[in-house]
């Protein structure tokens, strides 16, 4: 079932003038109704398009026993709790508010429907019934960074990203820590451009970037305006940032990071059916298979491949972890002793950067 | 900053200014006339969707612009319709406008997000832009060279020609342009029409000039920077191509300095965002010291025209 804001507006309205005539028994035997609220829209070919494939893995998976909605295109801001609400009282148990800063709003309107489970996507706030779930992408940068650092020629890469919050920081950490464990001079210069979807002014900062001598583009926003731009101008190359994007970019993508939310929603709507469910941080990554590795681009040599893969592979079985120290930050100094490994408290909340990166003012 | 480097950043403001000076000029004619269309951004967005769709089945890039304009003068005609023959109240259906422009757009865009297009390419020979100064000059596609044309064209119709005379008349004074046999509605309808066609234009600039693919809001607030650069510039087209350019400068002047970490990238990232804002508030500013400029606005601007009265 599809609906926009608009119609849901309706359907809670309905909803609230009803009395409430479900007893316990009765709502256990109807379908959990499943809601999901995205930033953007579904056709992103990112970000919202690998949430949105993760709802139709639920209902393909679950069948009869789930009822999905979806809206798209939510503000982080007040209209994101105007949704939440209307959700909740639509008859929404189990609510996925998939962007960071919905965070204050999911929390808030949790209080106020004790008995609707919430799950809020790269979040770090927790509560009774609010549980956070994000997928460890900066395993995937890894895995890019090695690439760059093999392939780049003017050993300068640059970055979009949206906002400078923990994941995005990450993300570029873990590509120069990468890239710098092969090219030991690789930069990494980061441009945030203070908005999740403005294809245009994602293709004008790849082009000021390229302009002035980076060869490699990696993006943290949810378009593949930045990889086309990398193929019209024949540098290196990019990769690609949620999905397959090698339909833009078939020569310029190097490889892919897949989100794959699916098997999450699964597992998080069976523990609402089954009444398992508990509030805790999920973060799996390429183990899990949460995180993947889309295709090699055809300009990448086999060598890299099979540097990129040993990278995947050792995050996969656990023997490489690419913040395991010695780390130091942007200025030089030491912030990781060696053999020491950034804890995962410590990563959700990452606000520096490492040495390589020139950080933006 | 190396030559090659200049032109590369004259190259990509030309690029993010285009559409905003072709949106900006239709919504100047439309004020002119005195009607005030809030409605550019949903327009460009039907436009771009149009725009897209005709060069992803054709692979026709002119076709897609006329189209384009064709899609954005029928999208212009609700507005046209609701104000004009009903005398709706112009805020409210130009907002009405955006938002129906905006689903409108998404709804026809589905199944297009992951389709790849091409750029619409340079207008001139590619011997006449091999050197980095001639591509200056010659480097861009049509659309660029159109949307300078358009100033002139813009400037030339509303002050030399007598039909721009009788679309200012409409416009300052529509009852006195009434009462000497001039049909208000019909000039009205006309401009609506060309400010339809020019947001259409400018909508298909982001498909075939700046990324080519298509995505939900893929404009991005441009439409609203354009109808904000008439106030700007005071409704004089000199002035707006002026505007246009520099909010397009400071637009991409933000990135260059962030990618390249020279002096300037250590303007923080709020005050880049904030420029184009300043720069209006300090351009308001002059104006109303100028006390003749003042009155620039037509003064029939956003009324509804109901010759019964």
């Known amino acids: ?361 | 900053m190396t030559l090659e480097l200049a032109i590369a950043i004259i190259v990509t403001v030309v690029g993010a200014s285009t559409p905003i000076l072709i949106a900006a000029l239709g919504e100047l004619v439309v004020e002119k006339s005195g009607v005030l269309n809030l409605g550019v951004e949903g327009m460009m967005l039907v436009g771009a969707i149009t725009g897209f769709v005709v060069v992803f089945t054709t692979g026709n890039h002119y076709l897609a612009i006329l189209l384009a304009a064709g899609a954005g003068v029928a999208t212009s005609m609700i507005f046209g319709f609701l104000t004009l023959s009903l005398s709706a109240n112009q805020t409210a259906t130009g907002l009405a406008l955006t938002i129906f422009g905006t689903g409108f757009s998404a709804l026809a865009g589905q199944g297009y997000s992951a389709r790849p297009v091409t750029l619409l390419g340079p207008l001139f020979p590619s011997e006449l832009a091999t050197h980095p100064i001639w591509r200056v000059l010659f480097g861009y596609s049509a659309l660029v060279y159109f949307s300078f044309a358009m100033v002139l064209a813009v400037w030339w119709f509303l002050k030399k020609t007598r039909a721009g005379l009788i679309l200012r008349a409409v416009g300052e004074n529509d009852h006195s342009a009434h009462s000497i046999g001039y049909s208000v509605v019909a000039v009205r309808y006309g401009a609506v029409a060309f400010g339809g066609a020019m947001a259409g234009i400018a909508g298909a600039c982001f498909p075939l000039l700046l990324t080519p693919q298509w995505a939900e809001r893929m404009t991005a607030g441009r439409g609203w920077i354009a109808v904000a650069l008439v106030v700007f510039a005071s409704w004089k087209p000199f002035r707006l191509l002026a505007g246009a350019y520099l909010f397009g400068l400071v637009m991409t002047m933000e990135l260059y300095a962030k990618a390249g970490g020279g002096p300037l990238s250590a303007i923080p990232a709020e005050l880049w965002a904030a420029m184009p804002y300043l720069a209006t508030v300090v351009v308001l500013v002059l104006i109303s010291i100028r006390r003749d400029a003042s009155s620039n606005a037509p003064a029939c601007l956003g009324r509804p025209f109901l010759p019964s009265n």
């Open chain 1, 1 to 361: 079932m599809t609906l926009n804001r608009r119609n849901l507006l309706k359907i809670g309205g309905a909803a609230a003038a009803l009395p409430l005539l479900g007893t316990k028994a009765f709502a256990q035997s109807e379908p959990l109704k499943v809601g999901f609220m995205y930033i953007g829209t579904i056709n992103d070919n990112g970000w919202n398009y690998a949430h949105n494939q993760g709802r139709l893995y639920l209902e393909e998976q679950l069948g009869d026993a789930v009822e999905t909605t979806y809206v798209e295109n939510v503000p982080e801001g007040p209209d994101s709790e105007r949704v939440l609400r209307e959700l909740a009282q639509s008859g929404h148990k189990l609510i996925f508010a998939t962007s960071f800063g919905y965070g204050d709003y999911v929390i808030k309107v949790a209080e106020q429907f004790p008995d609707v489970t919430f799950e809020h996507a790269t979040g770090y706030m927790r509560s009774a019934n609010v549980g956070t779930y994000n997928a460890r992408f900066h395993e995937g940068r890894a895995v890019c960074g090695t690439i760059a650092g093999h392939m780049s020629q003017t050993g300068k890469a640059g970055y979009i990203g949206s906002f400078p919050i923990p994941e995005v920081v990450m993300g570029i950490n873990s590509f120069v820590l990468a890239a710098r464990k092969i090219n030991p001079d690789f930069t990494i210069t980061p441009v945030y451009i203070s908005t999740w979807n403005d294809p245009a002014k994602e293709a004008d900062a790849a082009r000021a970037m390229i302009d002035q001598g980076i060869d490699i583009i990696a993006q943290h926003t949810d378009g593949p305006a930045a990889l086309q731009v990398a193929e019209e101008r024949g540098i290196v190359g990019g990769f690609g940032q949620g999905a397959d994007m090698s339909a833009f970019a078939p020569q310029a993508q190097l490889t892919s990071i897949i989100d794959n939310w699916g098997p999450h929603y699964v597992k998080t709507a069976q523990a609402v059916i089954d009444g398992t469910w508990e509030s805790k941080d999920s973060w799996p990554g390429l183990a899990e298979g949460e995180v993947q590795i889309g295709p090699y681009g055809p300009k990448v040599p086999e060598d890299v491949i099979a540097a990129a893969e040993a990278v995947k592979n050792g995050q996969i079985d656990g023997s490489f972890n690419i913040f395991t120290g010695p780390i130091n930050d942007h200025t030089g100094a030491e912030k990781v002793a060696a053999g020491v490994t950034l804890t995962d408290a410590e990563l959700l909340s990452m606000d520096w950067y490492v040495e390589g990166v020139i950080p933006p003012a």
